[in-house]
């Protein structure tokens, strides 16, 4: 009997033993699951506090590519203004360029026959030099030579003028080249004392061509500062 009563004694120990241990693993069971508890609760809290960042970042996201496409279209608008005014520029400068071109290619020359008294008569048909230069812009005229040279391709205007003594006979031809284009002349006369005269064309000229006056053979100017006039201008360029 007693040996009964140790066996179950020893068997009640060992379950006292069991059931403290089971206890002290429950509790350590438990002091597990409340720090599971724990992180979990940590880790929600980071995880809304992420969620809460991702949605400020799409947020912010959403507001830069507003903010881009506002840029861009900025942009675009920009470019178009600036290729507007790139092509105005274009314009304006092509504008300044045919002022300039039109500037230099201003022709125009006025010039008087310089010798005091009358010129002529001679032998031949003589090229008048007129040495008085009134105006020689473009420098087509030579005072040297009498003869003007078309510095451009383009129409011409041209016009002389002529004083002479009525007793004798004056006649003044316009060239171009060697082709004889107008003239004025006047005939002898007795008892007119003095005598004006004068004629003007339009020629076709290109770059070179050569026009200037001459006065026949045998016949007379008067010549001054003043009255026998040799003059031209460019009309337009062709």
């Known amino acids: 009997m007693e040996t009964r009563l140790k066996d179950f004694e020893t068997r009640l120990e060992d379950s ?3 059931l403290q241990d089971s206890e002290t693993r ?16 940590d880790s ?8 809460t960042r991702l949605q400020d970042s799409e947020t912010r996201l959403k507001d830069t590519e507003t903010r881009l496409k506002d840029s861009e279209t900025r942009l675009k608008d920009s470019e ?13 400068e092509n504008q300044i360029m045919e002022l300039r071109n039109k500037e230099r290619t201003k022709v125009i020359f006025s010039a008087a026959v310089g010798t005091e008294g009358a010129i002529g008569p001679f032998n031949t048909d003589t090229t008048l030099t007129y040495t008085r230069v009134i105006t020689n812009i ?3 005229y030579s005072p040297s030579t009498g003869v003007f040279a078309a ?12 004083h002479a003594g009525g007793e004798h006979r004056a006649l003044l031809k316009l060239y171009k080249n060697n082709e004889h284009i107008v003239e004025a002349h006047d005939h002898r006369s007795e008892f007119d004392t003095a005598d004006n005269g004068g004629n003007a064309a339009f020629l076709q000229l290109q770059r070179g061509d050569q026009v200037y006056v001459r006065l026949a053979a045998n016949t007379h100017v008067y010549g001054s500062s003043y009255p026998t006039t040799f003059s031209g201008f460019l009309v337009t360029q062709m």
């Open 26 to 41: 429950l509790k350590d069971s438990e002091t597990r699951l409340k720090d599971s508890e724990t992180r979990l609760k």
């Open 44 to 51: 929600e809290t980071r995880l809304k506090d992420s969620e």
């Open 80 to 92: 178009t203004r600036l290729e507007d005014s790139e092509t105005r520029l274009k314009a304006s």
């Open 16 to 18: 006292e033993t069991r």
């Open 151 to 162: 510095p451009f391709a383009g129409v011409y205007y041209f016009s002389f003028f002529f």
């Open 138 to 140: 473009g420098y087509g």
